[in-house]
């Protein structure tokens, strides 16, 4: 091994991102017993926190930032967790084993964590610049968009994904007036069937949002009134106090990229979460990795992804060899609905609906062998939270299932748990 490349003796673990993944990752490394130095950086201002409810009770002020800690400040200090935050990594040089911060001081690292996840999409037409068009990914981003939900404020949002539909709902529960244009022929792209996305779009509209959907924002223009107007191709002019960019995110590369790792759409890392330098793991949103489930690579953005690669990576730092197994799991929140997808319904050969009532459907995804490989679900949360909890129960089983049963709202989906159990 070459003399540099040979981890200093006092060289401690080292994650670059101290949002939702690196935070859990560092709890990790201590819990699965590194008694050394564990240092996390992290370019916001504020300590590890989980970004779920920044576009739902945040906005309505519920939910404060102690709710959203990974651990308390007091936490971190007894873990032993160093964490140097409001600060950013510029270069990690391979060679050395060490990583330069913007101040240009140095850490050495034995194993390192890439946890640097994503930034928000911006929109690039003329006049995005303007301070109230805002986008949403860190808390400072929230607060800033709070303010300007107040009763009667017209808020327009960019984009039909979960994101610009959960700050539609917060926006419309605060009373203002919402309009919401998605450039796409329907919301959600292809995140849901069809099917799927016409109820979200019916309750919204029914909670009083304007939806637009294959309308492409060309400006925006601040009006004599103070106003905003954003225009869109085919002429139209939409009026806001505020517009929220809901846009998507993109992975945040340049680090990796700049080191020679190989990126792709994301970090590109084996199913150990180790990136092509053996000493360098990358997890959470902005990581690459194999479906334990098809082989082929997918990127995650979410929470359970976030919350259970990290763990993985700890203890692979640490030089288990524990591959990452888990099944994608998603939800979303909005009014009193929720939306939750499970396994890889794009892998499906064919879908089965059931509709338990009250405006819910939950479908279920089939392999070619008939195995049960994805599933989704929207409705009421007090109508199909039990259901979507079983469905995703089925599908880490990862069972074959009779699709006259799984269409029939008259048979529980609790027997078909009891009887996975029992074959198991
Ligand atoms: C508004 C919102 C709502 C969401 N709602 C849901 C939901 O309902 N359900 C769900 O399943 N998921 C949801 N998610 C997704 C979930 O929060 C993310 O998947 C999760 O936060 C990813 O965690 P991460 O640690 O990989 O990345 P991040 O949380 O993005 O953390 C990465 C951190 O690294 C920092 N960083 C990056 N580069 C550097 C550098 N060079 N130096 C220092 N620091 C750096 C970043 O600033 C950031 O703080 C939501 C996300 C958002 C934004």
């Not at 240092?39 to 779920?52: F, K, Q, S």
């Given at each position: 091994?070459?003399?540099?490349?040979?981890p200093?003796?006092?060289a401690g673990m080292v994650i670059?991102?101290?949002?939702?993944?690196?935070?859990?990752?560092?709890?990790?490394l201590?819990?699965?017993?590194w008694?050394g130095?564990?240092?996390?950086?992290?370019?916001?201002?504020?300590?590890?926190?989980?970004?779920?409810?920044?576009?739902?009770?945040?906005?309505?002020?519920?939910?404060?930032?102690?709710?959203?800690?990974?651990?308390?400040?007091?936490?971190?200090?007894?873990?032993?967790?160093?964490?140097?935050?409001?600060?950013?990594?510029?270069?990690?040089?391979?060679?050395?084993r060490?990583?330069?911060?913007?101040?240009?001081?140095?850490?050495?690292y034995r194993s390192l964590l890439?946890?640097?996840?994503?930034?928000?999409?911006?929109?690039?037409?003329?006049?995005?610049?303007?301070?109230?068009?805002?986008?949403?990914?860190?808390?400072?981003?929230?607060?800033?968009?709070?303010?300007?939900?107040?009763?009667?404020?017209?808020?327009?949002?960019?984009?039909?994904?979960?994101?610009?539909?959960?700050?539609?709902?917060?926006?419309?529960?605060?009373?203002?007036?919402?309009?919401?244009?998605?450039?796409?022929?329907?919301?959600?792209?292809?995140?849901?069937?069809?099917?799927?996305?016409?109820?979200?779009?019916?309750?919204?509209?029914?909670?009083?949002?304007?939806?637009?959907?294959?309308?492409?924002?060309?400006?925006?223009?601040?009006?004599?009134?103070?106003?905003?107007?954003?225009?869109?191709?085919?002429?139209?002019?939409?009026?806001?106090?505020?517009?929220?960019?809901?846009?998507?995110?993109?992975?945040?590369?340049?680090?990796?990229?700049?080191?020679?790792?190989?990126?792709?759409?994301?970090?590109?890392?084996?199913?150990?979460?180790q990136?092509?330098d053996a000493a360098i793991f990358?997890?959470?949103?902005?990581?690459?990795?194999?479906?334990?489930?098809?082989?082929?690579?997918?990127?995650?953005?979410?929470?359970?992804?976030?919350?259970?690669?990290?763990?993985?990576a700890a203890?692979n730092m640490l030089g288990?060899?524990?591959?990452?197994?888990?099944?994608?799991?998603?939800?979303?929140?909005?009014?009193?609905?929720?939306?939750?997808?499970?396994?890889?319904?794009?892998?499906?050969?064919?879908?089965?609906?059931?509709?338990?009532?009250?405006?819910?459907?939950?479908?279920?995804?089939?392999?070619?062998?008939?195995?049960?490989?994805?599933?989704?679900?929207?409705?009421?949360?007090?109508?199909?939270?039990?259901?979507?909890?079983?469905?995703?129960?089925?599908?880490?089983?990862?069972?074959?299932?009779?699709?006259?049963?799984?269409?029939?709202?008259?048979?529980?989906?609790?027997?078909?748990?009891?009887?996975?159990?029992?074959?198991?």
């Amino acid at each position: 091994m070459d003399a540099l490349a040979t981890p200093s003796a006092h060289a401690g673990m080292v994650i670059i991102g101290a949002g939702h993944c690196g935070g859990r990752a560092a709890l990790a490394l201590r819990n699965l017993g590194w008694t050394g130095a564990i240092t996390v950086i992290g370019d916001e201002p504020l300590a590890p926190y989980e970004r779920p409810p920044l576009s739902k009770s945040v906005l309505s002020g519920e939910t404060g930032m102690d709710a959203m800690q990974l651990a308390a400040v007091d936490a971190w200090h007894e873990a032993g967790v160093t964490l140097r935050l409001g600060c950013r990594v510029n270069a990690i040089d391979r060679a050395a084993r060490s990583i330069t911060l913007d101040d240009g001081g140095t850490i050495a690292y034995r194993s390192l964590l890439l946890a640097t996840g994503g930034a928000a999409r911006t929109l690039s037409i003329p006049g995005a610049q303007h301070p109230r068009v805002l986008s949403l990914r860190t808390h400072a981003d929230a607060l800033a968009l709070r303010d300007h939900l107040r009763p009667g404020a017209r808020v327009v949002l960019v984009g039909g994904g979960f994101i610009g539909l959960e700050v539609a709902a917060s926006a419309r529960e605060a009373g203002c007036d919402v309009e919401l244009v998605e450039g796409a022929p329907r919301l959600l792209g292809r995140a849901v069937p069809e099917s799927v996305a016409s109820l979200v779009q019916a309750l919204h509209q029914a909670r009083g949002t304007r939806i637009r959907c294959g309308a492409q924002p060309v400006e925006i223009v601040q009006r004599d009134d103070g106003r905003l107007a954003l225009l869109l191709a085919d002429g139209s002019t939409l009026v806001a106090d505020v517009i929220v960019a809901g846009i998507g995110m993109a992975p945040r590369l340049e680090l990796a990229r700049a080191c020679g790792l190989d990126v792709e759409h994301g970090i590109v890392v084996d199913r150990h979460l180790q990136t092509s330098d053996a000493a360098i793991f990358a997890a959470g949103d902005v990581c690459q990795f194999p479906s334990s489930l098809s082989g082929l690579a997918m990127r995650q953005e979410t929470w359970h992804n976030a919350e259970t690669q990290a763990c993985v990576a700890a203890a692979n730092m640490l030089g288990a060899a524990s591959a990452y197994g888990e099944s994608p799991w998603f939800w979303s929140d909005q009014y009193d609905h929720t939306l939750q997808v499970s396994g890889e319904p794009a892998l499906a050969a064919s879908c089965v609906s059931r509709v338990p009532g009250e405006g819910a459907l939950l479908l279920f995804f089939l392999g070619r062998d008939g195995v049960l490989v994805g599933a989704s679900g929207f409705g009421p949360a007090s109508v199909v939270t039990r259901d979507l909890k079983i469905m995703r129960k089925l599908v880490e089983g990862r069972v074959r299932l009779d699709p006259a049963v799984l269409a029939d709202a008259a048979q529980p989906l609790k027997k078909l748990l009891s009887m996975m159990k029992e074959a198991a």
